[in-house]
């Protein structure tokens, strides 16, 4: 026979209390009297009673459940961000549930439909541009949004992230401060990129403030992927044969990059030495090991969730645009440029 699973009003008759009560013991324990409290606790410990997820949310309106929207499941970049994400989601009392969005206007659009049907209590929004019919659409199913890896300039949307220009900057300026000075760049080729222009201009930066303005030129472009990366560092050495470094905007475009040296038995870093940005898992185990600018990846999707539980709770979020810190790793893939006689 199948044993009846106990229900709050059994623990309510258990502890002689109201429903409510035993209700206000599980979410504001605070707010119940200590003897009270005490039997309630008591009569679920005795029930090996477990409250039912959707009773809650019908009581309080609400789900317990985070949505996430990221761009590219695939990207180990992405990995590290669910972790955190997921990790804060089981400390808050969330459960999370992930679209991949192939970057896909209409599958972006559709899956709001579906966090407003399966009454998410709010949607973190990863890495993209927050296009208006996207805004609109959350503005019109009422589900609050926060940004992360992301932002928006249009629209007042609380977002967690990194200062991608002085990080590009940062990398640039540690290739010249090695003795480069033939340096090229490979950046994403989307104009509707939010990382892109920012590392861009960074880039930028940095060669004008050390007088190599030529090597703004020496850009290519690619699309996310290492293959699109292993065509543009083609393209990139065809033209400029005589670079002695490269400034990736991804750690998967630095990977792509080295393959393509390595296939033109060109050294790294050797005769070339190669930066990326990210830092994620692969970074430390690729051949040679990644010199790259280390974004908190974990700690950006931790207070993605975290930010977005605050504005849930209280309705608003202290610091609206949070801005983490990133660093230089170095290891293997860079290396000082000998002088020339």
Do not use: W
Request: with cysteine; aromatic share 10%; proline share 4%.
């Amino acid at each position: 026979m199948t044993k009846i699973k106990p229900t709050i009003r059994d623990v309510a008759r258990r502890a002689g209390v109201s429903i409510s009560t035993v209700s206000r013991v599980m979410n504001t324990p605070d707010t119940v009297v200590e003897s009270k409290r005490a039997r309630v606790l008591d009569a679920i410990h005795e029930l090996n009673y477990q409250p039912n997820a959707f009773a809650r949310g019908l009581i309080y309106k609400k789900s317990y459940t985070l949505g996430l929207l990221i761009p590219d499941i695939e990207n180990m970049y992405y990995a590290g961000m669910i972790r955190g994400m997921q990790e804060a989601c089981n400390k808050l009392g969330y459960s999370l549930m992930i679209c991949n969005t192939d970057r896909d206007k209409a599958r972006l659009l559709s899956y709001i439909d579906t966090f407003h049907e399966k009454q998410v209590d709010g949607i973190v929004f990863a890495s993209d541009k927050m296009y208006p019919e996207y805004y609109e659409k959350l503005l019109g199913c009422r589900i609050p949004c926060v940004m992360v890896s992301s932002h928006s300039d249009e629209y007042d949307l609380p977002c967690v992230e990194v200062d991608d220009e002085a990080a590009a900057y940062d990398a640039a300026a540690y290739l010249i401060e090695l003795g480069h000075r033939q340096i090229g760049m490979i950046g994403f080729n989307h104009h509707h990129s939010i990382a892109g222009p920012p590392r861009y201009a960074g880039f930028v930066r940095a060669m004008e403030e050390y007088g190599l303005t030529d090597n703004i030129a020496n850009t290519k472009y690619a699309s996310y992927y290492f293959e699109h990366a292993y065509e543009a560092a083609h393209e990139l050495f065809s033209e400029r044969p005589d670079l002695t470094a490269v400034f990736c905007v991804a750690d998967e475009f630095a990977m792509g990059t080295i393959s393509y040296l390595k296939d033109r038995n060109i050294l790294v870093p050797g005769q070339v030495s190669v930066i990326g940005f990210d830092n994620h898992r692969m970074a430390g185990m690729y051949i040679p090991k990644l010199t790259t600018i280390s974004q908190p990846i974990y700690d950006l999707g931790f207070r993605a969730a975290e930010k977005l539980h605050e504005l849930l709770t209280t309705g608003e979020i202290q610091t609206p645009r949070e801005v983490l810190q990133h660093k230089l790793v170095v290891r293997e893939s860079t290396r000082e440029r000998a002088a020339t006689t």
